[in-house]
T-cell receptor, first 112, second 113 residues
Framework: QKEVEQDPGPLSVPEGAIVSLNCTYSNSAFQYFMWYRQYSRKGPELLMYTYSSGNKEDGRFTAQVDKSSKYISLFIRDSQPSDSATYLCAMSLGGGADGLTFGKGTHLIIQP | GAVVSQHPSWVICKSGTSVKIECRSL??????MFWYRQFPKQSLMLMATSNEGSKATYEQGVEKDKFLINHASLTLSTLTVTSAHPEDSSFYIC?????????FGDGTRLSIL
């Protein structure tokens, strides 16, 4: 079993839809959880950063962490064609001072 | 968040040559930088943690003599791929994150012929 599981997709939804992306993980010691967006041939761009369990909202993005289930989610409201990208979940033991463990990434396509 | 610059963005070279990749933290003094590698359609894999003024810490399975890391200042870390071979062809990305989340450079695409 891999440390972080993420469905690679592709996930195709119409413009304006609510998108749900998720990851599961096996290491209960992870404390920090992140979502990054990556466009082709570019580095990952930070979208959300959360500590431990709970919800966090930023604009059209909502991140949820359920440590008891070892499950994290990212919701995108009012999806736009410009949201088409690969979304990577990542997690670490100690925040920015520790290397990150990434999921494989989900390729998201928003149809105009 | 931190602004990270990586150079070059793309390099093609012959098998057996050495290639140096630079990672600069433009607005943040970084005692720690990280180097990752990403193969097509795969996740980013941590290669090593670069520590300013001391030796890098390598992940299991990463050859430290092949991937030389130098973090000589708080704004610059370099990764040198020595005697590169076609199997070293990949996307190499650095990140900065002493406190809070890590921020990434735009990566270096390395192609070894």
């Amino acid at each position: 079993q891999k440390e972080v599981e993420q469905d690679p997709g592709p996930l195709s939804v119409p413009e304006g839809a609510i998108v749900s992306l998720n990851c599961t993980y096996s290491n209960s010691a992870f404390q920090y959880f992140m979502w990054y967006r990556q466009y082709s041939r570019k580095g990952p761009e930070l979208l959300m950063y959360t500590y431990s369990s709970g919800n966090k909202e930023d604009g059209r993005f909502t991140a949820q962490v359920d440590k008891s289930s070892k499950y994290i989610s990212l919701f995108i409201r009012d999806s736009q064609p410009s949201d088409s990208a690969t979304y990577l979940c990542a997690m670490s033991l100690g925040g920015g001072a520790d290397g990150l463990t990434f999921g494989k990434g989900t390729h998201l396509i928003i149809q105009p | 968040g931190a602004v990270v610059s990586q150079h070059p963005s793309w390099v093609i070279c012959k098998s057996g040559t050495s290639v140096k990749i630079e990672c600069r933290s433009l607005d943040f003094q970084a005692t720690t930088m990280f180097w990752y590698r990403q193969f097509p359609k795969q996740s980013l894999m941590l290669m090593a943690t670069s520590n300013e003024g001391s030796k890098a810490t390598y992940e299991q399975g990463v050859e430290k003599d092949k991937f030389l890391i130098n973090h000589a200042s708080l704004t610059l870390s370099t990764l040198t791929v020595t005697s590169a071979h076609p199997e070293d062809s990949s996307f190499y990305i650095c990140s900065v994150g002493d406190r809070g989340p890590q921020h990434f450079g735009d990566g270096t695409r390395l192609s070894i012929l």
